[in-house]
């Protein structure tokens, strides 16, 4: 009997041996299958979620616009000059916006000034008198039906010449005489806000206003 126990005695301390050798594997002896969760949880944490890297580079390309306003006609010259060298040479645009406006309520303009005659007399025919044909520039052969001084009352000239039966005029915003103007600014480029403050120094009355940029 004593062998007997002897021989129990041996085989569980083999037992012990085994189970305490497998705890203290070294990590390298980790089975394959388990592997793949370590290395995810390691990317989570050296990388941003992609909503964190979207709002990353959204950010990085935002762009900034900025009002240009107090120049003189004689600095809003030299000025203008010097934003086109600005352009020239960094991502940036800018737009010439007088300070005051009017609202051309107008007709597009026809293929012809025989065309554009053809249509005056319909809307002649159609109760519509004091319209015109604009002859000459930008608007030429287009149908002037009007300029007001605000939105409101251009909005309700065009309901008006709708009603009598004249449908595809629009508003269009036209300098006022003699008005002065300003420059909108837009840019995606930091180092250009530095650039236009170092050219604004020359023109102490002028200032340069940050400003929401419209959709483009």
């Avoid at 012809?112 to 002649?124: D, I, Q, R, V």
């Avoid at 403050?197 to 023109?203: G, L, T, W």
Wanted: charged fraction near 25%.
């Amino acid at each position: 009997m004593k062998w007997v126990a002897l021989l129990l005695l041996l085989l569980n301390l083999a037992l012990a041996a085994f189970f305490l050798g497998r705890d203290v594997l070294p990590a390298s002896a980790v089975p394959a299958e388990r592997a793949p969760l370590n290395v995810e949880r390691m990317s989570l944490r050296g990388q941003g979620s992609p909503s964190t890297q979207n709002a990353a580079s959204a950010a990085a390309s935002e762009a900034f616009c900025v009002e240009w306003r107090g120049l003189s006609r004689d600095e809003f010259a030299r000025a203008r000059e010097q934003l086109k060298n600005v352009v020239s040479e960094r991502v940036m645009s800018f737009a010439e916006i007088p300070v005051n406006t009017r609202y051309w309520v107008i007709f597009p303009p026809l293929p012809s000034a025989e065309s554009a005659g053809l249509k005056l007399s319909e809307f002649n025919a159609a109760g519509l008198r004091d319209a015109f044909v604009v002859s000459d520039g930008a608007w030429q052969n287009a149908i002037s039906l009007g300029l007001y001084n605000n939105d409101e009352a251009a909005r309700r000239r065009v309901r008006e010449v709708e009603s009598q039966g004249v449908i595809g005029a629009r508003i269009e915003q036209q300098p006022m005489e003699d008005t002065d103007f300003y420059f909108v600014i837009r840019s995606e480029d930091g180092d250009t806000l530095k650039n236009l403050n170092e050219i604004r120094n020359a023109y102490p009355n002028s200032r340069l206003t940050r400003v929401a940029c419209q959709a483009p």
